[in-house]
């Protein structure tokens, strides 16, 4: 898993490591973006969430999940008492934006994966939130069945992962219905808020 090797290449002092991010030139995304998205939220947070990479609005802001996505995972952790500003630090597998939204290939995963390794380094969260597949992919190495594997704890370095539905999927899926993605995201992130207390 990439996110799994310990980051030799950057420093474990997060504000050091994010500024030296914001420099990063590794893979070829570095020639589309406007900024690098690094993260949002409280580093001292217990949560970490981790989602794909920035969309057009987090690419143009610097700060990751603020779209449509972003504010129905807002809402969403707000449903269950978690303020996504002040209960966790928010951050994706790759920073920087990907042409036309296309999901990030393995190289730039793995060109990415020093940063994410050093961020979940420094910020040492118990409970880790894996928002869609990529993310999925990225930190636990598991390719494909998120269907399958959210809503289920998932032990790694001494933390608790969540794999669950990326936003952007249940943005096309909006039935609240008992049974339908969005319920059972709710579901999973309730099972997060119980973890934390
Ligand atoms: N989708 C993601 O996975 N991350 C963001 O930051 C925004 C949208």
């Known amino acids: 898993p990439a996110a799994a090797e310990p980051a030799t290449?950057?420093?474990?002092?997060?504000?050091?490591?994010?500024?030296?991010?914001?420099?990063?030139?590794?893979?070829g995304l570095a020639e589309g973006r406007q900024t690098v998205v690094v993260s949002r939220g409280d580093p001292a947070a217990r949560l970490?969430?981790?989602?794909?990479?920035?969309?057009?609005?987090?690419?143009?802001?610097?700060?990751?999940?603020?779209?449509?996505?972003?504010?129905?995972?807002?809402?969403?952790?707000?449903?269950?008492?978690?303020?996504?500003?002040?209960?966790?630090?928010?951050?994706?597998?790759?920073?920087?934006?990907?042409?036309?939204?296309?999901?990030?290939?393995?190289?730039?995963?793995?060109?990415?994966?020093?940063?994410l390794a050093a961020q979940i380094a420094a910020?040492?969260?118990?409970?880790?939130?894996?928002?869609?597949?990529?993310?999925?992919?990225g930190v636990l190495g598991i390719k494909g069945g998120i269907s399958r594997l959210r809503g289920r704890w998932h032990p790694w370095q001494g933390r608790w992962v969540m794999p669950v539905f990326h936003p952007s999927y249940l943005l096309r899926n909006p039935s609240r219905e008992k049974g339908s993605p969005k319920w059972l995201t709710w579901q999973d992130l309730q099972e997060v808020r119980r973890r934390l207390e």
Do not use: H
Not at 17 to 25: A, G
């Open 9 to 27: 290449a950057v420093t474990p002092d997060l504000a050091a490591l994010e500024r030296e991010c914001r420099e990063c030139r590794r893979c």
């Open 48 to 115: 970490m969430v981790i989602g794909e990479g920035p969309g057009a609005q987090e690419d143009a802001s610097g700060r990751p999940f603020v779209g449509r996505a972003g504010q129905l995972l807002d809402q969403m952790l707000a449903s269950v008492g978690l303020d996504s500003e002040r209960d966790a630090y928010v951050c994706n597998v790759v920073k920087c934006r990907p042409p036309d939204n296309r999901r990030p290939t393995p190289q730039e995963i793995a060109a990415c994966a020093p940063w």
């Open 123 to 137: 910020v040492d969260p118990p409970v880790v939130l894996l928002a869609g597949a990529t993310a999925l992919e």
